[in-house]
């Protein structure tokens, strides 16, 4: 049986959900219906140092959502972004095959009902600390931090740490 550790250290695929995972689940509305989120500074500082310390780990956001701040966001941060996904599922099984990669090296972060499904049939699936239930009861991993509040940091970190890639240890 393979190690936490070892799912991890064989990971080559991350995949997030945006609302509720990037963001703390709430947006700002204005009175001509412009939308905006919060996203945690130390989550886009996480999603560098992977990509600057382990570049063979591929970066996505699949989510439901269709307001352009989730296509601002991962522009921002280099990273391939699926939005209006109805079927996360799906996708997710298909960009995992098209990566030519088994599915036990891929990982999915989420937070709600519409992301139990990729959770589950992830290699490693991950909850932010604040999830709805069903997706909690389906992670392999819960953050103790919420959505929106470094919740995907604390996941990397755990990655970067298993490869002793961790740039703020010792020594590094």
Known sequence: MTSRK??????????FDFDGVFTD???????????????????SLGIKMVR??????????ISK????VVAARCKKLQMEC????????????????E??????????????????ECIRMAGIGVAVGDAMPAAREVAAIVTRRPGG???IREFLDMVLEVHEKNP???GE
């Open 65 to 68: 959502e269709t307001n352009p």
């Open 52 to 61: 600057a310390c382990l570049p063979h780990i591929r970066l996505a956001v």
């Open 6 to 15: 070892d799912q991890i250290r064989n990971l080559r695929f991350i995949v």
């Open 82 to 97: 699926y939005s209006g996904i109805d079927e996360k599922g799906t996708l997710f099984a298909r960009l995992v095959r």
């Open 168 to 170: 703020y240890r010792k």
């Open 149 to 151: 509040h470094g919740a």
């Open 99 to 116: 990566a030519g990669i088994p599915m036990d090296q891929a990982a999915f972060m989420g937070n709600d009902i519409n992301d139990r």
């Open 25 to 43: 689940n709430r947006v700002l509305c204005d009175q001509d219906g412009r939308e905006a989120v919060w996203c945690d500074r130390s989550d």
